[in-house]
């Protein structure tokens, strides 16, 4: 095995990884240092956030960098602000005790003239975002004629959130001479696109998340009805009193949903989407970090590039549509040698996942019922009795009021003492959880919505032929597109449609209905112009895409009229 004196890398950068508790290189590092130092080969890493990637191509980096040379020397593209700040800090940390190399990370959404301030004192390493670096180098203030290097991080993830035109923009303007590393979760079609286009014969590594499959990750499902999910969460979050774990949600409004009700019903949660501010989401995280949040309500994209060590639990308040999505959720807990638990809330139609999911993470979910009232209760009242025996007693300062709390307690045994203070905390509970349902999906449950479902789904066959879908969820124009499950479209591939055509990245969108061969998407009402005109003449694998308004259907198949609204043919 290799350790990081025999790699090539100066005292003074030793000297860093070592103060951050560094010891032995990660099997990404063992594999792309040697290549960077010893080859000249552009290199593609299939590899996540937890696998040790950031050092993989930063401490290289770094050890190249020629300090009196004050022209940009790396380029790294990140598809988020927090990704940028936190690989920005990675490097500043493992560079501590090399003077003066100047890391400076832009992003979109904070102020650029402070960025092009902090650019014009000099940059040897840029960490960016797609959208913001393309602004400054048409400002023409990041000047990259010189990169030598160019990272492109979570490259599946910059195309899914709409960049790949920037990001063709960027790769134009860099020299021919340099090397190029790609890191990906996953080879979409787009990032193998990338590849062939800007890279030179790259060498593939493959490295798993250090968490999947691993052993210290337990992984559980509930099986339950989609309408009884926020309740099983507020079991899973009763039940787990020290719970400090992320809550994955599908949409943005969704993770605003849950948050919110979370949050009224008195737990430490709060939610963290594109659709906060910056200083909001920096808010958010801080409080994470620091542990004043217990848990934290968040979509996929928002909690990329998070990198918190100690998660206790991962939820997922319903399964991602795309399986590898659950290796990335749930690998974001038992780091650091601490174990953690991934817990996935399931309907009867999600189930079905599992077994693949199983396959990816190289493990075996438990289902376990969903705790009971009295479970819940039992663990509350131990967590209760636990903190009263803990508590400190500051003798001097109850000393003086002892005498009288005695003496109004005088006519109290032991025991009705004891009881009476449970009971002054714990009464919330027991009343809230006194005839507390069985949240447990049932087989006949099963049974009958498996039917219900079977007959809802003819009758919305022969609906949805003719271009018809029910109405969008308040706020939300329901659409029509004429792609499904027959031309491989995946939700990804219609978020990204959605950000390509219209050009927008802030666009709220709702839920995606993915069908036989046609799809529903939603986006905010305001939006509905917008996505009709700029999916006209938009194309998907070669085939010509249609996109009208869907409307609702008004009691029935053959009631209520159907009014096309706009349709392009
Ligand atoms: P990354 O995949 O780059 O986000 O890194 C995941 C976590 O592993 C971060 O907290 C790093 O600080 C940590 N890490 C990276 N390389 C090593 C290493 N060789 N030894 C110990 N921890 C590491």
Known sequence: MLIFNTMGLSPNLLKGIEELGFEKPTPIQEEIIP????KENDIVGLAQTGTGKTAAFGLPIIEQIDIRNKSVQALILAPTRELCIQIS????NYSKYIKGLHVVPVYGGASIDTQIRALKKGAHIIVATPGRMLDLINRKVAKIANVRTVVLDEAD????????DDLDSILEKTPDIKRTLLFSATMLKEVARIAKN???SPVEITVGTQNAGAENIRHIYYQVHARNRYLVLKRIADINPDIYGIVFCRTRMETKEVADKLIKDGYNADALHGDLSQSQRDQVMKRFREKSLQ?????????????????????????????????????????AGKSGISIAIVNYREKSKIPQIEKNIRKNFERLPVPNGAEICKKQLFKLIDRMEKVVVDEAQIAP????????LEWLSKEQIIKHFVSLEFNRFLEYYK?????????????????????????SERSHSDRHGRRGKNGYTRFFINIGKKDDVIPVNIIGMINDNTKDRDINIGAIDIKD??????????????ILTSFHDSKFKGRRVRVDVAEEIKGGRNKGKRRKKSFYS
Do not use: C, Q, W
Not at 452 to 457: G, L, P
Not at 517 to 530: D, I, L, M, P, R
């Open 517 to 530: 061969s046609f799809s529903f998407f939603e986006v905010g009402e305001k939006y509905t112009a917008k």
């Open 401 to 408: 009021f002892m005498d009288t709390v005695n003496k109004k």
């Open 35 to 38: 290549i960077f130092f010893e």
């Open 157 to 164: 993830e910059m195309l899914n959130m709409g960049f790949r």
């Open 198 to 200: 800007y890279m030179n």
């Open 89 to 92: 800090k990675d490097l500043k």
């Open 295 to 335: 848990m934290l309500v968040a979509t996929d994209v928002a909690a990329r590039g998070i990198d918190v060590n100690d998660i206790s639990h991962i939820i997922n308040y319903n399964l991602p549509e795309d399986n590898e999505v659950y290796t990335h959720r749930s690998g974001r807990t038992g780091r």
């Open 435 to 459: 005839n507390a349902p069985d949240l447990n999906e049932k087989a006949e449950d099963k049974r009958d919505k498996r039917d219900k479902r079977d007959k809802r789904d003819k009758r």
